[in-house]
Nanobody, 120 residues
Framework: QVQLVESGGGLVQPGGSLRLSCAAS????????MGWYRQGPGKQRELVAA???????NYQDSVKGRFTISRDNAKNTVYLQMNSLKPEDTAVYYC??????????????WGQGTQVTVSS
């Protein structure tokens, strides 16, 4: 079956760093657009970063210059390096797999999420 398993979340102080990982199985990983979404307290789910099969990336303005998304197709894994973390980055972070030929997100695959808390 399809599984997306996130890891790497935790509690960090403002200015700190975390590296999230998402290991995928059950899909042809290399053709999927992979993304990281987050949902903070009292907020809607939002796209943080995405990377296509060709390596093109997209970031929310609020994380540009601080976060970097990357993928390793040999390991079926997508990463999110988060630097200079701010309290407003606190959220549950979800891994997403989106087939580029399917319109919409109804058939996307999702991980269960990993908590990132930025607090002093």
């Amino acid at each position: 079956q399809v599984q997306l398993v996130e890891s790497g979340g935790g509690l960090v102080q403002p200015g700190g760093s975390l590296r999230l990982s998402c290991a995928a199985s059950g899909i042809m990983f290399s053709i999927y657009t992979m993304g990281w979404y987050r949902q903070g307290p009292g907020k809607q789910r939002e796209l943080v970063a995405a990377i296509t099969s060709g390596g093109s990336t997209n970031y929310q303005d609020s994380v540009k210059g601080r976060f970097t998304i990357s993928r390793d197709n040999a390991k079926n894994t997508v990463y999110l390096q988060m630097n200079s973390l701010k309290p407003e980055d606190t959220a549950v972070y979800y891994c997403n797999a989106d087939h580029p030929w399917v319109v919409g997100h109804a058939n996307d695959y999702w991980g269960q999420g990993t908590q990132v808390t930025v607090s002093s």
